[in-house]
């Protein structure tokens, strides 16, 4: 059980962000702690005036408190199982939740429901969580409980894959492992599109659940066309373009183990692999595969792991973005399109926008903006917390 919540009073002029319910108190803001308090421990915000503002965890660090409650409440199981209920409620009214296409998708995510440091993805009755926060790390025996009675025997598994996300100044250690049930089937559907997901082994929770709906829009795009997925992991975009009756299509990762999935995931859906093929992948870096292959392809897919998480290291990203869109720019055929991606949460979208235009520049090509794009709606931004937009994307037309 989590202790009684400890008193917490901020700087006069402080609580204006907590007022406009942004979730994050910063170490400044702090005046007092009225009690011994630990990481990970209920705490009880109030302004200078003794007002009550917000209830939320405590961490070692610059943000010293997330918080999940703007309401004097009890916090309990039922508060907690009531966060997860109002998630699933509204992923089910999304069109998510039973459908026949799709049994893939984010059930929580942080302060976009309301939870700052718990993630859950669904897969086909797995449910696998990640905790940032010593706070949601403490709650996982209730987080369990609760799944289980929200989903009932739909869930048939929990698998926790906090080992790398737990705040890296904790002493607490979080293994990867099976929380409840054993999971034996590691299939799942998006769209129609079946894939075989690695939840132990593999990126993030095993699976890129929020390209989701940026595939469907490639699938719309790839009849007749040649295509190149760069970074595919699990080939997601690479099966959508192969579907929906692209010409070739090429999956390119610098990891063998992914390519080895990738190739699982082509042949399950019915595209084998072969070298010299319609379908065909290669485990080699990015930057060399683009090299000399001008004219080739009619759409590059671009989405590329986080250059960046944090700060110190933003202009190296955005360089980083630079110089990848580049030479994709400078290979697209004329007329071609490029689907290109930052998840890097550092990296704001006027950022690598311009990151992208500067790309264009350098490559010495008109270029024009078709869409714009973000993370789906089962990733969604708390308007009161923008940082949680952290999925930019572009598609544009390279003449």
Not at 101 to 125: Q, S
Request: aromatic share 12%; glycine share 8%; with cysteine.
């Amino acid at each position: 059980m989590q202790k009684v919540a400890v008193k917490v009073s901020l700087k006069p002029g402080k609580e204006a962000s907590l007022r406009r319910y942004h979730p994050w108190v910063f170490s400044g803001a702090i005046d007092k702690i009225h009690d011994k308090v630990e990481e990970g421990d209920l705490v009880e915000v109030y302004d200078s005036k003794d007002n009550y503002l917000g209830t939320g965890h405590c961490q070692i660090g610059t943000i010293s408190i997330r918080i999940f409650a703007f309401k004097n409440e009890t916090i309990n199981y039922d508060f907690w199982k009531g966060k997860l209920q109002q998630a699933y409620n509204y992923r089910k009214d999304i069109g998510l939740i039973d459908s026949p296409a799709t049994n893939v998708y984010r059930l929580l995510y942080a302060e976009g429901d309301g939870l700052p440091g718990l993630i859950i993805d669904y897969y086909n009755g797995t449910a696998v969580l990640q905790t940032h926060s010593i706070g949601m790390h403490l709650l996982k025996s209730c987080i369990i409980d609760a799944l289980k009675e929200i989903y009932g025997d739909q869930l048939k598994a929990v698998y926790d894959k906090s080992e790398e996300t737990m705040p890296k100044q904790s002493d607490v250690k979080a293994p990867n492992g099976y929380l409840f049930g054993n999971s034996a089937s590691t299939e799942v559907m998006e769209n129609g599109h079946k894939f075989l997901v690695d939840w132990e082994g593999g990126q993030k929770t095993g699976f890129f659940v929020d390209q989701r709906e940026s595939r469907e829009l490639l699938a719309g795009y790839s009849r007749g066309r040649s295509v190149l997925n760069t970074f595919c992991y699990t080939g997601g975009f690479s099966i959508y373009a192969a579907k929906a009756g692209a010409s070739v299509v090429h999956s390119v990762d610098s990891s063998k183990k992914a390519i080895e999935l990738t190739n699982r995931n082509m042949e399950l859906n019915g595209y084998p692999i072969a070298v010299g093929g319609k379908y065909e992948s290669f485990a080699v870096d990015t930057f060399d595969f683009l090299k000399g292959k001008q004219n080739t392809y009619d759409i590059i897919v671009l989405d590329p792991p986080a250059f960046a998480k944090h700060q110190n290291v933003k202009h190296n990203a955005i360089m980083g973005y630079k110089r990848l869109n580049s030479e994709a720019i400078k290979q697209t055929k004329p007329g071609g399109l490029i689907f290109t991606f930052s998840c890097s949460q550092v990296v704001d979208r006027y950022s690598f926008n311009s990151a992208v235009m500067a790309a264009a520049i350098d490559a010495g090509r008109n270029v024009r903006i078709v869409h714009q794009l973000s993370q789906p709606k089962d990733h969604p931004v708390n308007i009161f917390h923008p940082e949680g937009e952290y999925l930019k994307g572009l598609v544009i037309y390279v003449e």
